[in-house]
């Protein structure tokens, strides 16, 4: 099952959990569009050849839907019904933090569960990167290195929001490997008069353009920002202008590293569930494929690395 925001290497996922799972003699159903169909019973039965030619593509071809519902347990009655009804023995759920806290409630009640780690927020504890974060800031960044030629062309000045609900990841990764002038990001509160400061020091040193990416979660806005800005036209030295990328950033065609991640972690939920070990989390620590117990992913917080947004304003000099 996937669930939540389709994250890219999501069909990855798919193929490499109903291929080892057919490896291993087993039947393999997939569920229609998430906590939905679990709760509906839409269940449909997968092959190998069901699952060809589908690691190139972005999404997810089981269909994906945010369920609140399924905080209910009478809900989840219902899906552990359809569940035993379809002689389902374990599941495994693909997706975010609201989808492995609907995946720790099922196996709470006891039915196994495996989840893999999938958003592309980056802010899944139990996984020092999650599934679709590479597609997503190798799409936000092709988007700066485009803006950035505008910018320099017209001598201006472009404010980029990228995703990432509350978690700064994508902003601050995509603002370093983007060559930002200033990251905006949930994690630091920032008064707009300093990012107007950081532009005219900017503008003073002489550099052609500036670029500014704001993560949607910060307390200012990339809309309330450009706002700032027009009024301190004068004073910044810049014109504005924003940009957001909102969901251009889900849907791009998996990179090698998604399908990669997709492929290994497919492939490490189904061998946890043959060895009876459920209830977890499988992702990636180190390198190496990691299991942590779910009921530690929906309690724990994963923390921003905030010396990455030191070296970031090392290097807008
Ligand atoms: O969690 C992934 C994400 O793309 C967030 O970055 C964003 O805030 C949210 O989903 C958008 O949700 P929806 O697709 O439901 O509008």
Request: aromatic share 4%; with cysteine; hydrophobic share 45%.
């Amino acid at each position: 099952m996937t669930s939540g925001g389709d994250a890219p290497g999501m069909n990855a996922a798919i193929r490499a959990v109903i291929r080892t799972s057919v490896g291993k003699g087993w039947e393999a159903f997939g569920v229609r569009n998430g906590f939905a169909g679990l709760v509906g019973g839409t269940f449909t039965p997968m092959g190998s050849r069901d699952v060809s030619e589908i690691m190139q593509r972005g999404g997810t071809i089981l269909g994906s839907a945010r369920a609140p519902q399924f905080a209910e347990e009478n809900v989840r009655r219902q899906a552990l019904h359809h569940l035993a009804a379809n002689g389902i023995e374990a599941l495994v759920v693909i997706g975010g933090n609201g989808s492995q806290t609907g995946a720790h409630a099922l196996s709470a009640m006891g039915f196994p569960v495996v989840g893999i780690a999938s958003t592309i927020d980056n802010d899944l504890y139990g996984s020092d990167v999650t599934l679709g974060v590479d597609t997503a800031l190798n799409i936000a960044l092709e988007a700066i290195d485009r803006l950035k030629v505008t910018a320099s062309s017209h001598q201006r000045a472009f404010l980029v929001e990228v995703m990432g609900r509350d978690c700064g990841y994508l902003a601050l990764m995509a603002g370093i490997a983007g060559g930002a002038e200033a990251i905006v990001i949930p994690e630091v509160d920032v008064h707009p008069d300093k990012i107007a400061e950081e532009v005219r020091a900017a503008h003073d040193r002489g550099k052609p353009h500036v670029l500014i990416v704001v993560a949607e979660g910060a307390r200012c806005s990339g809309e309330a920002l450009k706002e700032y800005m027009i009024e301190n036209r004068s004073r910044v030295g810049f014109q504005f202008r924003l940009t957001i990328l909102g969901h251009v950033q889900r849907g791009g065609t998996p990179t090698f590293a998604d399908r990669m991640l997709g492929t290994r972690l497919g492939a490490a939920a189904v061998e946890q569930i043959a060895k009876g070990n459920t209830g977890i989390l499988t992702g990636l620590q180190g390198g190496q494929i990691s299991t942590t117990p779910l009921s530690e992913v929906v309690v724990r917080k994963k923390p921003l690395d905030m010396s990455l947004l030191e070296l970031a304003g090392v290097l807008a000099v």
